[in-house]
């Protein structure tokens, strides 16, 4: 089997910093992307930031220029540095992982149970 562990959140004040960290561990064949999404209250789920296999890295708007994601493809580990949090950023935050496993041919989804991050003073 195949499981998706997030960590690093919890609470900080505006203008503030939080890391994120997800490893993907199990059965893995190969990793296409690894990505972050967030579902703030009231709100449907978001993609916040996704980096393939091969490094290339994409943004929603919002978080641009705030958020960077970086990976560790030996540790099959992905980081999210999030940088100037601002109330909005109040989410919880899944990390998922496309990809193929060793007793599957098909790319997947796989979900982490997601943490939560808040931003207020």
């Known amino acids: 089997q195949v499981q998706v562990v997030e ?6 004040q505006p203008g503030g910093s939080l890391r994120l960290s997800c490893v993907v561990s199990g059965s893995i064949s190969s990793i296409a ?3 972050w999404d967030r579902q703030r209250p009231g709100k449907q789920l978001e993609l916040v930031a996704t ?3 091969g490094g ?7 978080v ?10 030996d540790k099959n580990t992905v980081h999210l540095q999030m940088n100037s ?3 909005e950023d109040t989410a919880v935050y899944y990390c998922n992982a496309f990809m193929v496993t ?3 041919r098909f790319l997947s989804d796989y979900w982490g149970q997601g943490t939560q991050v ?3 003073s």
């Open 7 to 12: 960590s690093g959140g919890g609470l900080v």
């Open 33 to 35: 992307t690894i990505g």
């Open 51 to 53: 980096i393939t296999s």
């Open 56 to 62: 290339s890295t994409k943004y929603a708007d919002s």
């Open 64 to 73: 641009k220029g705030r958020f960077t994601i970086s990976g560790d493809n």
């Open 85 to 87: 949090l601002k109330s």
């Open 102 to 104: 060793l007793t599957s």
């Open 118 to 120: 808040t931003v207020s």
